[in-house]
């Protein structure tokens, strides 16, 4: 079986954050307009708050992995990891915080929040099947070794 998470390179990482973040856009836009036609304006209004909390993260993550893969140390696992769990703690402080000031504007950031790391996963899915694909194409071209 062919790893497949070794053969996934910078440049596909940065297409999927790419994808993610234009699907992410579109799925805003047009759950915005729908909801505040049928009257739920606060819950587009904070699906888009919460997709847009999610994005930063990952930017923020993907900025912490380069800068601390540039560094050269060893261990970069705990730094990027307490890094990462204290924007985790923030941000559902936001989005809890949110529920109770306003329940349609909370919920509807904790549902952004959650499209947008379903948004991810499927460009990742994708990403290494399509990469999979190719490797599998190459084997067979070579006799399968």
Excluded: H, Y
Aim: charged content about 10%; aromatic content about 6%.
């Amino acid at each position: 079986m062919v790893n497949v998470f070794s053969s996934f390179s910078v440049p596909e990482i940065q297409t999927v954050a790419r994808r993610t973040a234009l699907a992410a856009l579109c799925i805003g836009a047009v759950a915005l307009v729908a909801l505040v036609l049928l009257g739920w304006a606060l819950v587009g209004l904070g699906l888009c708050l919460g997709m847009a909390l999610a994005l930063g993260n990952f930017r923020l993550i993907s900025a912490a992995a380069a800068k601390a893969s540039a560094k050269g140390r060893e261990d970069n696992r705990r730094p990027l990891a307490l890094n990462t769990l204290g924007r985790l703690a923030l941000i559902s402080a936001v989005a809890l915080g949110l529920v109770f000031v306003s329940r349609p504007l909370g919920f509807g950031t904790i549902v952004g929040l959650a499209v947008f790391q379903f948004l991810l996963l499927a460009n990742v899915v994708m990403a290494m099947l399509r990469d999979q694909a190719t490797l599998s194409g190459t084997d067979d071209a070579d006799g399968g070794q």
